[in-house]
C-alpha cells in the first residue's frame, strides 16, 4: 500500500478512535451506568460528573504513565544494575561510584554549570533588550521577526551554520568562517590595539564596576542598619556579596590578562579547539536560538504593563531608564522568572548542539552528550542511566520552581 | 503661583484636529472641572497641561512659565489617573515617595513629608502595604496621596472616581473638596458625571467636540446655559426641551409648540414668528393649569422627590415634583412651565435668545 494512504488511514483510525471512545464511554456512563432518571436521579447525577473528567483524563494518564513514567523508573532500576554477559546484575551505587570517579564526568558537570549561568542570563538580557527597543520602532515586527527566526531552525541546523562561522582555512587562502575573516583583518596596529585590548579592558571594567557595586549593594543594608536583617538573610547576602567580589577578581585579571596576552595575529584559530573558551563559542548558538524565544515572551509582557503606571512614573520625573528598569521591569519580574528557567531547563538537557560542534571534544563534555557516550557509543547502560538520573535530578527543581511560577504568573 | 493659562490652544492626531483654538484662564487656587461627553478633548486637554500630550499651537503657561516644551517632571504639576496608576510592585509609603526619590530628595524629609500626607489621607495604617491589598477607596486615596506629597503648583485629577462604587463615589468627592478647601492648590479636575462638576467645582468648563461651550460657576450654567447643548448636559434629569415659535395672541406673546400655548418670561424679547427652542427644567413645570398636555407615560419616585414623564405629542416631558403625586400611568395631565424659569434657544443655532 502507498506510504501516503497508510498515513491517511492512521490519522483517520487514530482521530476515529479517540472520538469513538470519548463519545462512547460518556455515552455509556449517561445512558448504562448512571442514567439520570428513575428514584436515584440526583445521586445518578452527581456521581457521573465525578467520573467523567476521569474518563477524559484516562488516555493522557496512561500514555503518560507508559512513555514517562515507567521509563524513569525503569532508567533507575537500570542505573542499579550492571551488565554481566547477557544478563544483568543488582550492583547497587557502583555505577554511580564509577561515574564520580571519572574526570570526563566532572568536567560535564563543570560545563553544564557554566552553560547554566550564562545562557539563561544571556538569552533573558538580550531577549529582554530586544523586546523593549523593538516596541516602539516603526520596523520593530521586521526585526523580532529575525531575531525569532532562529527558533525555527533545529539545533543541529543551528550548529552547522556556526560551524561555518567558526570555521578556519589555510592563512593563504580566503577565509570562509566569518569570525575568522575578521580576525585575520588585526595585524597588531592602532585598530588592533582598540578593539583586542582598550575595548574588553574597558568592557571588563566596567562589569567589575557594576558587580562590585551589587556586591556593595548587598552588605550595605547589614552595615548600614537602618532596619533589622534576620540571620539567614544576613547570610545570604555575605555569600552574595562573596561570589561578586571573585567575580570582580575574575574580571580583572581577566583585563589584566587582555592586556598581556600576546595575540597571534595573521594565524586563522581553530576557535572551537580553544580550551574554555571553546565552550563559550557553543553557548552562543543556543543564546542565538533563545534569545527569539525570550524577546516573544518578554515583549507580551511589556505591552500587559499597565500604560498609566508609565505615564506615572514619567510624571513623577524617571528618565526612560528608571522607567525601565523601576517600573516595566520589576512588573514583568514573574514572566522573566518563567523565561529564565524554561531556558535553564533547555540548557541543562543540551546535547545536538555539543554533539554536532565538537562531540564534547577539547573539553566542551556535558552530561546529556556524556549520557549518549556512555548508553550508545561505550555501550555501557549502568553509567549511561546513572548519568540519566543526574540531569533529572538536576532538571527537577527548577521544573518545579517553573511550573509554580508560571500559574503565579496565570493567576 | 499656580495659575494656569491656555491661548489658543490646538491640538492635530496626523490631520484630525481633536483640539480647536482654547482659550482658559484658572486662577491660583481655583478648582476647575473640565466636563463634556465622551470625545469632547477634555482628556486631551489635561494631558496636554500634564505634558503627556504634544500641544500642537498654541500656549500653555503655568505660574510665569510657558510650559509647552517642558518635561512633565518640569511642570510642577502632580497628576491621578482613572486607574489610579499606583507602582503595584512598591509599598503605598514608596509609591507615594517615589517622584520625590526621583527628584533626589532626602530620605528623612521624603519619609517626613509621605507619614504627612498619610495622616492627611487616613493611610497611616496602610504604608506598608501594597496596592493590591487595598480596596478601590484606599488606591484613590494613595493616588491622591502621591500627588499631595509633591506640593505641587496644580493637582490634574482625569476621572478619578470614576472606578469606584455610587456611594464611595460620593464619599471620595466630598473628601477630594475638603482636600481642596485645606490644601488651596490649583486643581483641574476631569469629568464625565455633570453632578461630579456642578457639586465640586468653583468653575466649570463645558466642553463639545474640541471647543469650550461654556466656563463659568456651576449655578451660573444652570440658570444660565449659553446654548441648548450647555443646557441640555448641565442638570438631572436633563432640561425638557420642546421644538415651538413665537406668535402674539391677544397683545401677549406666547410660543406655540404643537397646538399647546407656552408662557414666556417678562423679559423676553423675541420677534413674532422665531423658530425658537423652548427650555424648562423638570422642576419648573406644575401639574396642572395650562401647558403641555399628554399622558402619563411613567412615574419614577426617588423617595425624596418624584419624577413624572408625560408623553406629548410623542415626545417625552419630564416633571419633578417635591410633593407626592398620585398619577399613575395612562392618566391624562397637563404640565404648566413657570415662566420665569423658562430658556429659550434659536432653533437653528441653539444660542440662547432669553
Redesign the interface.
Known amino acids: 500500500m502507498n506510504p501516503a494512504l497508510q498515513a491517511v488511514i492512521t490519522i483517520g483510525l487514530g482521530v476515529g478512535g479517540c472520538l469513538v471512545y470519548f463519545y462512547g464511554s460518556n455515552l455509556f456512563l449517561d445512558k448504562v451506568l448512571y442514567p439520570p432518571r428513575g428514584p436515584n436521579a440526583g445521586r445518578n447525577i452527581n456521581r457521573a460528573n465525578m467520573i467523567r473528567p476521569w474518563l477524559f483524563l484516562f488516555p493522557a494518564i496512561v500514555l503518560l504513565g507508559l512513555y514517562l513514567a515507567y521509563p524513569v523508573v525503569a532508567t533507575l532500576w537500570l542505573s542499579l544494575n550492571k551488565q554481566v554477559g547477557t544478563g544483568s546484575e543488582f550492583v547497587g551505587f557502583a555505577n554511580y561510584a564509577q561515574m564520580m570517579s571519572e574526570e570526563k564526568f566532572w568536567e560535564s558537570m563543570q560545563n553544564n554549570m557554566v552553560w547554566l549561568v550564562v545562557v539563561p542570563a544571556m538569552s533573558t538580557a538580550f531577549g529582554l533588550l530586544a523586546a523593549q527597543l523593538t516596541d516602539r520602532i516603526k520596523w520593530g515586527n521586521i526585526a523580532k521577526s529575525l531575531i525569532f527566526m532562529p527558533m525555527a531552525i533545529s539545533f543541529v541546523g543551528a550548529s552547522v551554520i556556526w560551524k561555518l562561522v567558526y570555521d578556519s582555512r589555510d592563512a593563504a587562502v580566503a577565509q570562509i568562517g566569518a569570525l575568522n575573516a575578521v580576525w585575520m583583518k588585526f595585524e597588531g596596529g592602532i585598530w588592533s590595539v582598540l578593539f583586542l585590548r582598550v575595548l574588553p579592558v574597558v568592557l571588563l571594567l566596567a562589569f567589575a564596576a557594576a558587580v562590585a557595586w551589587v556586591a556593595w549593594g548587598m552588605v550595605r543594608v547589614v552595615l548600614q542598619s537602618d532596619r533589622a536583617v534576620g540571620g539567614l538573610e544576613k547570610l545570604a547576602r555575605g555569600l552574595g556579596a562573596l561570589v561578586g567580589l571573585w567575580l570582580v577578581y575574575v574580571a580583572l585579571s581577566w583585563a589584566f590578562g587582555a592586556v598581556r596576552a600576546d595575540l597571534p595575529y595573521g594565524v586563522p584559530q581553530q576557535f572551537l579547539t580553544i580550551p574554555y573558551w571553546n565552550n563559550f563559542f557553543l553557548m552562543a548558538v543556543l543564546i542565538w536560538i533563545q534569545t527569539g524565544f525570550a524577546m516573544v515572551i518578554l515583549s507580551a509582557a511589556l505591552r500587559g504593563v499597565p500604560e498609566d503606571t508609565i505615564e506615572a512614573a514619567i510624571i513623577d520625573g524617571a528618565n526612560p531608564f528608571q522607567v525601565f528598569f523601576k517600573i516595566k521591569v520589576p512588573q514583568i519580574m514573574g514572566t522573566i522568572v518563567v523565561v529564565w528557567t524554561t531556558i535553564t531547563i533547555t540548557v541543562l538537557k543540551v546535547f545536538d548542539i555539543v554533539l554536532a560542534m565538537t562531540n564534547g571534544q577539547f573539553q566542551t563534555q556535558v552530561l546529556a552528550n556524556y549520557m549518549y557516550d556512555k548508553l550508545f557509543r561505550a555501550g555501557d547502560w549502568g553509567v549511561g542511566s546513572a548519568s540519566a538520573m543526574v540531569i533529572m535530578l538536576l532538571v527537577m527543581p527548577i521544573l518545579v520552581w517553573n511550573v509554580y511560577n508560571a500559574r503565579k504568573e496565570m493567576r | 503661583m499656580g495659575e494656569v493659562t491656555i491661548r489658543e490652544l490646538k491640538k492635530f492626531y496626523g490631520g484630525v484636529q481633536v483640539i480647536h483654538g482654547l482659550d482658559l484662564d484658572i486662577a491660583d487656587g481655583e478648582f476647575v472641572v473640565l466636563v463634556g461627553p465622551s470625545g469632547c478633548g477634555k482628556s486631551t486637554l489635561l494631558r496636554m497641561i500634564?505634558?503627556?500630550e504634544e500641544v500642537s499651537s498654541g500656549d500653555i503657561r503655568i505660574g510665569e512659565r510657558r510650559v509647552n516644551n517642558l518635561?512633565?517632571?518640569e511642570r510642577d504639576?502632580?497628576?491621578v489617573?482613572?486607574?489610579y496608576?499606583?507602582?503595584?510592585?512598591?509599598t503605598v509609603a514608596a509609591n507615594m515617595g517615589?517622584?520625590l526619590k526621583?527628584?533626589g530628595m532626602d530620605k528623612a524629609e521624603i519619609n517626613s513629608r509621605v507619614v504627612r500626607a498619610a495622616e492627611i489621607l487616613g493611610l497611616t495604617p496602610y504604608l506598608e502595604r501594597y496596592p493590591r491589598a487595598l480596596s478601590g477607596g484606599q488606591r484613590q486615596r494613595v493616588a491622591m496621596g502621591?500627588a499631595i506629597v509633591r506640593d505641587p503648583q496644580v493637582f490634574l485629577f482625569d476621572e478619578p472616581l470614576s472606578n469606584l462604587d455610587a456611594k464611595l463615589r460620593v464619599q471620595m468627592r466630598t473628601e477630594i473638596r475638603e482636600l481642596h478647601l485645606r490644601l488651596k492648590t490649583t486643581t483641574v479636575y476631569v469629568t464625565h458625571d455633570q453632578i461630579e462638576a456642578m457639586t465640586m467645582a468653583d468653575k466649570i468648563v463645558v466642553m463639545q467636540g474640541g471647543r469650550i461651550e461654556q466656563v463659568g460657576a456651576p449655578l451660573e450654567l444652570y440658570d444660565r446655559p449659553v446654548n441648548t447643548f450647555v443646557a441640555s448636559f448641565i442638570g438631572s434629569p436633563s432640561m425638557n426641551m420642546v421644538a415651538g415659535k413665537v406668535v402674539e395672541q391677544g397683545g401677549v406673546r406666547m410660543v406655540e409648540a404643537g397646538g399647546a400655548m407656552l408662557p414666556l418670561p417678562n423679559r423676553a424679547s423675541v420677534e413674532v414668528g422665531r423658530e425658537v427652542t423652548y427650555g424648562i427644567r423638570p422642576e419648573a413645570l406644575t401639574a396642572g393649569g395650562l401647558g403641555l398636555s399628554g399622558t402619563v407615560a411613567v412615574v419614577e419616585p426617588t423617595g425624596s422627590e418624584t419624577h413624572v414623564v408625560l408623553r406629548v405629542n410623542g415626545q417625552d416631558i419630564v416633571g419633578m415634583f417635591r410633593d407626592r403625586v398620585a398619577f399613575r400611568p395612562g392618566d391624562a395631565l397637563t404640565f404648566a412651565p413657570d415662566p420665569e424659569m423658562v430658556h429659550l434657544f434659536d432653533r437653528t443655532t441653539g444660542v440662547r435668545l432669553a
Open positions: 500634564a505634558g503627556l518635561p512633565p517632571s504639576i502632580a497628576m489617573f482613572q486607574n496608576a499606583l507602582y503595584p510592585h512598591k517615589f517622584a526621583m527628584r502621591r
